[in-house]
């Protein structure tokens, strides 16, 4: 029996009719067709299917539709902005060699995005606990966390740029 | 590795005056695609390498009247594009271009391939189709010819005696009647070591076979001719039961064994189907 | 142990060492003339990590002795392109993101650069045939194939030697 629910997903309005029992990320991944999004693992271990949920972190793969009703979703396609600007984020990524296969990388960025939304300044620690619940098989971590660290100094000039 | 000796003759008398000198110590070394990773392992522990890859003398490809001369140093990857080659004994120059891949044929040589003499040898059944033969220095500098059928005795075993060299092969002038084909059957598109391989040359009078030679690779301990093949397909009329016909025969003078590329009863049933492929392209096509 | 001189013109500079019978020309690049873009990946001539351009022709390293280079040209990645500097190959790969873990990418860029020494341009299949002997294990080869295609499929006068 589906039920009926609302999601605003990267700023878009869907109207979807979804049973009880199917997951989050198959409605984005399949409804929705965002495949940025990744099936790593359906268990919770790899941190692929990322998403944020009113602007917080969420597992896709443990996360019934139904259960975010009515929430903002925004998930990798709705990072870098519409003209297609990427992030600062995404630029760091691309600029530290953070990025090998690609597959851990849009829930890299997302918490990564959360990171600094709650702490500007993030010590190397900072960065490594954040991702903690991300996995990566290529790049041994250390381009992520280099992109990381680059992205925050980024943003703090930016915004010392858009306020100086 | 151990402590070795490395020399380079300049010119064949050099190269004769070592290997009197060195005698049985001697190792030869050319590309060293076998030799190297060999070495390494400990497979081969050479005292005294002589360095043979650049001596002109043993890198020439030359037609001569009634034969053509390939220096045993000569590279896989010039055989293969060798225009000589291509046009006297094209299916020598198929194999050559199907041997290990592009940075190993650059190195490797047709001298090399015949001396490490394993059964997947990919440049042994078109020689032994175009009944072709090697020729060897000895280490008082006598040269003998061996047809390559007689060279190969055994499992990795050849008439080399230690400190004996392949000096050039001679691959006799096919007549102009001679057409051949090659197929070589691998695991990948490249670097394959040969799972079952076919070289075949045959030569039609009106719709007989007046000749016709056939060697097959990686389906017995050395490389092969298959003798008894081709007295049955020489003289028979060109007709499509040979293919069922010669069936029985060809299994009697294989010998394939079962390995990790491939059962034995896989051998058996796809060697048969290389070869009459390259059968009917030759007869009827 | 027995030595011997060897004098290597590397990337267009000669260079001299001393070396056993035994090393090869990847041990003394890497470990003697510091030239480490050669990357050692089964030192058994599978794997093509570690092809350099050898008197012009692509080689594995790992199958010359040191001995036999010596008197002749070698030219590994950095002698094709440099950072300030670089080739359209390299151009190309990076633009084309033909590079995951980036082992391959030397020994795959002097495969290349070997087949448009010897043809400026090449199909499709003579691109496949010419990186047959280099293994890659991230990028599955398609957009190592597309980044030589672009170079290679461009008319003679369009891209640099």
Redesign the interface.
């Known amino acids: 029996m589906k039920q009926r629910i609302e999601l605003l997903v990267n700023g878009e309005y869907h109207e979807l009719y979804v049973a009880p029992n199917t997951l989050l990320i198959n409605v984005i991944r399949e409804e929705l067709q965002l495949t940025g999004t990744k099936y790593g693992c359906g268990t919770g271990q790899c941190g692929g299917c990322t998403l944020l949920v009113d602007g917080e972190p969420v597992l896709g793969c443990l996360t019934l539709a139904v259960a975010v009703d009515g929430a903002a979703i925004t998930t990798i396609e709705g990072v870098a902005a519409v003209d297609g600007t990427l992030d600062k984020v995404q630029e760091a990524f691309l600029d530290n060699n953070a990025v090998?296969?690609g597959y851990c990388t849009p829930g890299m960025v997302l918490m990564a995005k959360d990171l600094l939304r709650r702490n500007p300044h993030p010590s190397e620690a900072d960065i490594r606990h954040h991702i903690k619940g991300n996995i990566c098989r290529?790049t041994g971590y250390n381009g992520i966390v280099r992109a990381v660290k680059a992205a925050a100094e980024r943003q703090i000039e930016g915004d010392a740029n858009a306020n100086g | 590795m151990q402590t070795v000796e490395y020399l380079k003759p300049a010119d064949m008398n050099e190269l004769a005056a070592l290997m009197q000198q060195y005698a049985a110590r001697a190792t030869f070394i050319a590309g060293g695609t076998n030799l190297i990773p060999d070495m390494r392992s400990g497979r081969h522990r050479p005292e005294v390498l002589l360095d043979i890859g650049d001596l002109k003398a043993m890198n020439a490809i030359a037609l001569n009247d009634d034969h053509l001369s390939i220096g045993a140093a000569a590279t896989i990857a010039r055989i293969a594009a060798d225009a000589t080659v291509n046009a006297h004994c094209p299916i020598l120059a198929a194999a050559a271009a199907k041997l290990g891949n592009p940075l190993t044929r650059n190195r490797a040589t047709i001298g090399g391939n015949l001396a490490n003499a394993s059964p997947c040898a990919d440049t042994a059944p078109p020689l032994l189709s175009l009944e072709a033969l090697v020729e060897i220095m000895d280490v008082k500098g006598q040269q003998r010819q061996v047809p390559l059928d007689k060279f190969f005795r055994g499992y990795k075993w050849t008439d080399l005696a230690p400190g004996e060299v392949i000096t050039r092969i001679v691959v006799p002038k096919p007549s102009s009647g001679m057409q051949g084909g090659h197929t070589k059957l691998g695991l990948r598109k490249a670097a394959a070591i040969c799972v079952a391989s076919v070289a075949v040359m045959l030569e039609k009078e009106n719709d007989h076979i007046a000749k016709a030679r056939v060697a097959f690779g990686s389906v017995a301990p050395k490389p092969i001719r298959a003798y008894r093949l081709e007295a049955f397909f020489e003289g028979k009329a060109a007709d499509a039961t040979l293919l069922s016909q010669c069936e029985p025969i060809l299994q009697q003078e294989i010998a394939p064994i079962s390995d990790i590329r491939g059962s034995e009863a896989y051998r058996r049933q796809v060697t048969a189907v290389i070869f009459k492929r390259n059968l009917q392209e030759l007869l009827w096509s | 142990m027995k030595t011997y001189p060897i004098t290597i013109e590397l990337n267009g500079e000669a260079r001299n060492t001393d070396v056993s019978a035994t090393e090869t020309l990847l041990d003394v690049l890497r470990n003697k003339f510091d030239a480490v873009e050669v990357k050692n990946g089964c030192e058994q001539g599978d794997c093509g990590a570690c092809t350099v351009m050898l008197d012009g022709k692509a080689v594995n390293a790992c199958l010359v002795l040191a001995l036999q280079a010596s008197g002749k040209a070698v030219t590994t990645v950095k002698g094709i392109g440099s950072q300030t500097s670089p080739h359209a190959l390299q151009r190309a790969f990076v633009e084309q993101g033909a590079i995951?873990?980036g082992y391959c990418t030397a020994g795959m860029i002097t495969a290349a650069k070997a087949l448009l020494d010897e043809k400026s341009t090449a199909t499709t299949a003579e691109i496949r045939q010419a990186i047959s002997g280099n293994l890659c294990r991230?990028t599955g080869y398609k957009k190592i194939v597309a980044a030589i295609e672009s170079v290679a499929k461009k008319e003679p006068a369009t891209h640099k030697r």
């Open positions: 090998q296969c290529c | 995951q873990c991230c």
